[in-house]
């Protein structure tokens, strides 16, 4: 194996990783369920889901007006069947970006990132907003917010980050790195459980073949 097996822009392709942004009620509920995560430690990484979006050309759930509705009611119904509180910030989607920056520049630790996540999605207060962002750092006891999220260093780790997701396959979040394979989504935590216990799974005849089925379209794209 060498180094670019290894590492894409530094980043060691066998430490598990958890990507997320804060604007994702499902990345929100995902952690908060961080008792039940396999027992490694998972890198926290911040990634851009717009940008995400834009490089492999996908819609977001907000700009389709049903899935929209849908996608709101379902984390409401998740949160309410895990018993996990929740409260939808007054407008959606928001500015993520100076919440992302500040986890970044605080470390991106599990409790910093929690406690972000809880103003937004448990009390459902605007990060984004001057007012609300002072609230937040107030919230995780760091001074000077401001100043610190405009260092070109923070705003560079979170181009870095997202540009490496995308390098590594990652098409939306909440996503695990894990065994050096994605697992997207609230609901996959499951999955992610049972291939931390059976890594083989994953190289099992069926699997393997349906991971690489030809599409059946004469250009390989999905109809309209």
């Not at 939306?172 to 394979?181: A, K, S």
């Amino acid at each position: 194996m060498n180094n670019q097996d290894i590492n894409i822009n530094g980043v060691d392709l066998r430490q598990p990783l958890w990507f997320y942004d804060f604007v994702s009620p499902f990345s929100y509920l995902l952690l908060e369920q961080h008792d039940k995560w396999p027992g490694f430690d998972f890198v926290f990484t911040p990634v851009l889901l717009p940008e995400l979006y834009r490089h492999w050309n996908q819609s977001s759930a907000y700009e389709i007006p049903a899935k929209r509705i849908f996608t709101y009611r379902h984390a409401l119904f998740r949160a309410e069947q895990l018993g996990i509180p929740f409260r939808m910030p007054a407008a959606h989607p928001f500015d993520s970006i100076k919440p992302m920056l500040l986890a970044i520049a605080a470390g991106g630790d599990l409790a910093c990132v929690r406690e972000i996540f809880r103003f937004i999605w448990r009390e459902g207060r605007d990060p984004s907003s001057e007012e609300g962002f002072e609230a937040l750092c107030d919230r995780v006891g760091i001074s000077h917010g401001t100043s610190l999220i405009e260092r070109e260093e923070v705003r560079a780790q979170l181009r870095r980050n997202t540009s490496d997701a995308i390098q590594m396959g990652v098409f939306g979040v909440p996503t695990f790195w894990l065994n050096r394979q994605l697992f997207w989504g609230e609901d996959a935590l499951p999955m992610v459980l049972y291939c931390a216990r059976t890594p083989n799974w994953l190289d099992s005849a069926e699997v393997k073949r349906i991971s690489n089925l030809p599409s059946g379209l004469p250009d390989g794209r999905m109809r309209k």
